[in-house]
């Protein structure tokens, strides 16, 4: 199937918490020459993380401008009251962009976004080139979905009602499901049998044909992610997700939350901090920028389970506040007042 020349093709990128999907589109955005791009980070919570990494970039190709962030809730829930108009935006830019690329909250499902697609104020001026889902390799050779699961083994056991399927396994169910490609991030960490865990364990959770693809920080040549030309809206019926009945998708298992911290004077300190509160078992991600004092940059700080990793990533603008803030993702009830005190400890 082929997409129209007269629409603009979009590529979304899926995948659980801190899979690597910043990481693989600023490494697009990096390595595509010739086209103009923009770019709609959705981002679950009150704080921008990814949208800044990408805006940081400061590429000719895709000016900060073109890098549009929807933090008003996961994509797939305020398709309508979000989505739309940041694409009007985007189509009204001057010079047109060739590629719009789409990077879904960790606990969006990609196929109420792209069902989005067929409605009749998108048909005609878009298009899906391709779903690519980023999926966690390590965690994969560990038989899991996420870097860490033990608070949510933790939180079924604690409730007894539960008579469907963990809610992070579901939505990484439905991620693969809709993919046309899937990208096996840090496989650098992965020795041969835990290639083949990962591998086996996508495979699993596949119904149909679907390449899958090892990267290392992020690297992939673009030309396998871009200028698929599937027009996945016209298949997307042909998904099926266990989410299909529109009222079954729900962030209640989720909660996030914003810290703000003062000025820190190392980074082994805050990563120190960090790790206290993500050894909770009650952290599922943590991303955000630090401010250390006496350094002009920006330190960049993520955790994805146990992993922990800083670095300065650029320099703070002129008339930017150098602050410290950090944005949690948990489990719905996740002991916030615990967490603020270990990370301001």
């Known amino acids: 199937m082929t997409t129209s020349f007269n629409r603009v093709p979009c590529t979304v990128v899926t995948g659980f918490l801190g899979a690597g999907k910043t990481t693989l589109i600023r490494n697009v955005l990096e390595n595509t020459k010739g086209k103009r791009l923009a770019i709609i980070v959705n981002e679950f919570g009150d704080a921008g993380v990814d949208g800044e990494v990408l805006k940081g970039c400061g590429l000719d190709n895709c000016p900060e401008e073109n890098v549009l962030e929807l933090a008003n809730g996961c994509i797939c829930c305020t398709v309508a009251d979000d989505f739309v108009p940041a694409l009007d935006q985007i189509l009204a830019r001057e010079p047109k962009v060739d590629h719009i690329l789409i990077e879904t909250s960790g606990l969006a499902l990609p196929k109420p976004l792209v069902q989005a697609f067929q409605w009749p104020a998108i048909k005609n001026r878009v298009t899906v080139d391709g779903v690519i889902a980023v999926v966690d390799g390590p965690a994969l050779a560990d038989g899991q979905v996420a870097a860490d699961m033990d608070a949510l083994a933790a939180q079924r056991a604690a409730d007894d009602s539960l008579d469907h399927d963990d809610p992070v396994e579901e939505v ?69 997700t266990h989410h299909d009945d529109p009222h079954d998708h729900e962030h209640d298992d989720f909660d996030t939350f914003v810290v703000d911290l003062p000025s820190v004077l190392r980074p082994e300190d805050l990563e120190a901090r960090v790790n206290a509160a993500v050894e909770t078992g009650e952290v599922l991600r943590l991303k955000g920028f630090a401010h250390v004092k006496g350094k002009p940059m920006r330190l960049q700080v993520q955790a994805v389970g146990p992993r922990v990793s800083h670095h300065y990533d650029r320099p703070w603008k002129a008339g930017e506040a150098a602050e410290t803030r950090l944005v949690v993702i948990g489990l719905k009830g996740i002991d916030r007042a615990r967490i603020e005190s270990l990370l301001s400890a």
């Open 172 to 240: 990484f169910d439905d991620q693969v499901a809709c993919a046309d490609l899937i990208v096996l991030s840090k496989s650098d960490l992965l020795d041969a049998e835990g290639n083949e865990r990962a591998r086996a364990r996508i495979e699993g959770h596949l119904s149909r044909n679907v390449q899958i693809v090892p990267s290392a920080h992020g690297k992939v040549d673009p030309a396998l992610l871009l200028g698929l030309g599937l027009a996945v809206e016209d298949d997307i019926e042909n998904r099926k």
